[in-house]
């Protein structure tokens, strides 16, 4: 029976088409097929697209619509309540969508600093041993995970609108007042000045986060300890900051706001729209920042607990001294999820009235018929901004990994 068996197998073999043989020619055959079914499968698609595309040019031609980008550099004609840089009815929809990106951009950022501030807060109070302060954080937190993130922005903006006038206005604080109206704050009496202030506050802050990031080069070059270092890279930032501030010549005097008939006059604003927006992101952002840095601190071993005891360490500086820096190489990489969220979500703005880039965009995109275009430029702004997101995160993240191997 064995030597049947190695008879077959030899006929087999030796009938078997030159270059392809046993389990080599079947595998061969194999990926021939797969490789014709991909092929067909993208021709497919391809032609799928190719036909959409011919269908949507031919509708739009019908409608009178040029297909392009050449929509952004007429007038936009309409109004945009809020914006970080100047901008009239007359102007581009170029620039109208960027004052919508930008104020994207600075919800996000003001968002994303109060909720992790916050969140990390509730998230060690979550742990405490005070058994009540541990049952509120957790109640807050299956509150807000519970409910949807539009149903809260509908209760924040209806509570700011619920406040009095402006007359009846609230003052907790000195030149700082709560109404209908809005926030008033005491503010920058000269027009552009806090945008010079913003940008001296990034150049400082560029240059801290360069010359952290380069410390222990700079520790070695300069032959001097790390505190040492770290006060040049101090110092550094300072004198960038003070210096973009001279080099504007913009003029710092602070205004109050104050109330004149009807209205106040004077200081800052900031509108119950973007107030509402901001609270709702940020108390839903920190519900699960909290979660992450509850995890994060339990993920590190009580042994590491005990040997700070051990040295006589107390609480708050085991916290923060040992345990929140173990524990941020999980709670890192799950933030990046908890920021890229919130960017996304602040598109919910369009339901509450604040100008952000959905709703310029939308509101473009209705004048122009560009539907296509519009739709285009508004994926690819949020991808942009969460990409650059993703990479300072992913460098974080990388450098703490190779800092906890050493």
Do not use: H
Request: hydrophobic residues 50%; contains cysteine; glycine residues 12%.
């Amino acid at each position: 029976m064995r030597n049947q068996l190695t008879r077959t197998s030899d006929v087999a073999l030796r009938d078997a088409p030159p270059g392809r043989s046993g389990v080599g020619g079947l595998v061969a055959s194999w990926w021939g097929g797969q490789s014709a079914a991909q092929g067909a499968l993208l021709a497919g698609v391809a032609l799928l697209l190719a036909f959409f595309a011919v269908n949507t040019v031919a509708n739009m031609e019908r409608f009178g619509i040029t297909p392009g980008f050449g929509f952004l550099l007429r007038s936009a004609n309409f109004e945009i309540g809020e914006s970080l840089i100047g901008y009239q009815p007359q102007d581009s929809y170029a620039r109208a969508m960027l004052v919508g990106l930008l104020n994207t951009v600075k919800i996000a950022l003001i968002g994303g600093l109060l909720a992790t501030v916050i969140g990390v807060a509730l998230g060690v109070a979550r742990l405490s041993g005070n058994p009540l302060l541990s049952a509120l954080v957790q109640g807050y937190v299956e509150l807000i995970r519970s409910t949807p993130l539009l149903l809260q922005l509908f209760f924040w903006s209806a509570t700011l609108q619920a406040l009095p006038g402006p007359r009846q206005a609230f003052n907790p604080l000195p030149g700082v007042f709560l109404c209908n109206r809005g926030i008033l704050l005491p503010a920058f009496a000269e027009d552009g000045a806090g945008g010079w202030v913003t940008a001296a506050l990034l150049a400082g802050g560029a240059v801290a986060a360069i010359g952290a990031w380069s410390r222990p080069a700079l520790a070695w070059r300069f032959g001097v300890g790390n505190q040492t270092a770290a006060l040049l890279v101090l110092l550094a930032a300072l004198g960038t900051s003070v210096g973009v501030l001279v080099w504007s010549g913009a003029s710092l005097a602070i205004g109050f706001p104050e109330l004149t008939g009807f209205n106040f006059v004077g200081g800052g604003v900031v509108s119950p729209e973007f107030s509402a927006l901001l609270i709702g992101l940020v108390v839903n952002a920190a519900a699960m920042i909290s979660e992450i840095v509850r995890s994060g601190i339990q993920s590190v071993p009580s042994g590491q607990w005990e040997a700070a005891r051990a040295l006589g360490l107390t609480r708050g500086r085991i916290m923060r001294l040992v345990v929140l820096p173990q524990a941020m190489r999980v709670i890192v990489p799950l933030m990046t999820s908890s920021y890229l969220n919130l960017i996304k979500n602040s598109s919910l703005a369009v339901a509450i009235g604040f100008p952000d880039l959905v709703s310029v965009v939308n509101t473009s995109a209705n004048q122009t018929g560009q539907v296509l275009e519009s739709m285009a430029i508004m994926m690819g702004s949020y991808l942009t901004v969460n990409l650059i997101v993703s990479a300072l995160m992913n460098a974080y993240n990388q450098r703490l990994t190779r800092r906890g191997r050493r």
